[in-house]
């Protein structure tokens, strides 16, 4: 998109009145093999402009599904009109929005758009190595995707940018029969940051991936039921990234404080392990780069990273503009939205738990009785902070030593309950980036975490 488009429209702002005048274009290619056979084939591409205007304390919002200077325009003399009207009819009166250090922020290269036969070439010679080497199983799928969201932002206060933030993942999903008769599965994805062609060079590099997912299946498939109640597990590093996003991470958005989350009020308190330190990380984390990196997000300010829990002490919310003036916070920007008909609402980037110091065979080893939960295939949290997670992967703890594979079953608890037994943290990260979060708005989203060792409550038969 030619950033020239909105910098033209600069002399339609209204003067006293806080505005942002974003164009976007959002990207998604998706193809499924079903026992080799293509059953899904699919490429889709959305984009528009928009434009927000704060006054007094109210927001006019208008867009349009065209990419244009007029457009551009036309949006901007709507939007000006919604928040004259709203404010004629409210009299709030509210100071101005607070203004942000001027950030002139360019991230990108220009994605490729591999043709769709790429993807199908791919895949079929990827699932014809699983039919071959594979020989147990009932059912398997292979899906390609690779989707994009390509931003221009230009607002009142000075703030520029241009960033574009490609992922593409392979999902290897495989099904066998247990010894009972009933089918077990497992899904891996595989990939992260980046177009398509980027992340894989040939099938052959996903080989060893489909050889370890195999042979977990093939555990599971003479897998045990958990015994239900609460246990000393060890969580791995996805199960604890599932926790700091779903059962930690939206209960510290400040719009959900400020409905009532379970962090309201508690900032300064002690909500975990002194062991537990999170971090909404904006681009880079512990000195590589962050798996989703947002280098400005949609309301002009300048991404950096938002501490929420240090040492178990809760530190911080994510804020908007609004929310950080109302709680005395700095904004760090998590406002962020989806598409370009969207307005932007506070949202996670990458939220992950601190590594700590211990190595995952001491925490399997301390371990007399309990479970090590390795994979989720689902999860939900309310503003409680109470979670129930599907685990679909895991193992038996007995005297220290692995054992039988568990099939699936579910944890729960009360997030910040359940963070103050953590007694150990792994020291290696894991990070997961292959989902979308929902929040009115889909949103693609990092998470991760080391392994922790806690008290859990868990399902079983």
């Known amino acids: 998109m030619d950033k020239d488009m909105l910098y033209g429209c600069k002399s339609a702002f209204i003067p006293g009145a806080h505005v942002e005048l974003r164009a976007q274009k959002n990207r998604q290619r998706a193809v499924t093999l079903l026992k080799g056979d293509v059953v899904h084939n699919a490429r889709s591409q959305s984009g528009g402009v928009c434009a927000r205007v704060y006054k007094d304390g109210v927001w006019g919002f208008s867009s349009l599904a065209e990419t244009s200077a007029e457009a551009a325009k036309s949006v ?270 506070v949202r996670m980037r990458n939220t992950a738990v601190h590594p700590g110091d211990s190595s995952l065979e001491d925490m399997i080893a301390s371990v007399d009785d309990g479970y090590y939960l390795t994979s989720s295939n689902n999860g939900q949290a309310d503003t409680t902070g109470e979670f129930m997670f599907g685990v679909c992967m895991g193992y038996e703890i007995k005297k220290g030593r692995l054992g039988k594979a568990l099939l699936d079953t579910t944890i729960s608890g009360i997030a910040f309950n359940m963070l103050k037994t953590v007694d150990m943290v792994g020291d290696k990260l894991t990070w997961v980036s292959s989902g979308m979060c929902g929040k009115k708005q889909p949103m693609p989203v990092g998470m991760g975490g080391p392994a922790l060792r806690c008290r859990v409550m868990i399902g079983g038969r």
Request: glycine share 10%.
């Open 76 to 345: 901007i003399d709507a939007a000006t009109g919604n928040a004259v009207f709203l404010d004629d009819r409210t009299g709030y009166g509210l100071p101005p929005i607070p203004g942000a250090a001027y950030a002139r922020v360019e991230h990108f290269a220009p994605p490729k758009d591999a043709p769709q036969k790429l993807y199908i070439d791919f895949l079929s010679e990827l699932d014809a190595y699983i039919e071959k080497h594979c020989p147990r199983l009932l059912s398997r799928a292979v899906m390609a995707v690779e989707d994009s969201m390509e931003k221009l932002l230009l607002t009142s206060d000075g703030a520029e940018g241009h960033n574009i933030i490609p992922r593409s993942y392979v999902y290897l999903s495989l099904t066998a029969e247990h010894e009972s008769g009933t089918p077990v599965d497992l899904t891996l994805p595989i990939g992260g940051f980046g177009c398509f062609e980027d992340n894989f060079a040939s099938p052959e590099g996903l080989y060893p991936q489909v050889d370890e997912l195999y042979s977990q299946l093939l555990q599971k498939a003479e897998g045990v039921h958990a015994d239900a109640g609460e246990k000393l597990c060890v969580l791995g590093g996805m199960m604890s990234g599932m926790l700091a996003h779903e059962a930690v991470g939206h209960t510290v958005e400040a719009d959900l404080v400020l409905a009532g989350s379970v962090a309201a009020g508690k900032i300064g308190q002690v909500v975990a392990s002194p062991l537990v330190s999170l971090t909404d990380f904006a681009n880079t984390a512990f000195g590589e780069t962050a798996p989703l990196p947002v280098y400005l997000d949609d309301e002009g300010i300048e991404a950096k990273d938002a501490p929420l829990i240090k040492d178990g002490v809760l530190v911080g919310y994510m804020n908007n503009r609004e929310s950080a003036r109302h709680f005395g916070m700095e904004p760090l920007g998590n406002a962020r939205a989806f598409a370009f008909s969207d307005e932007p609402l």
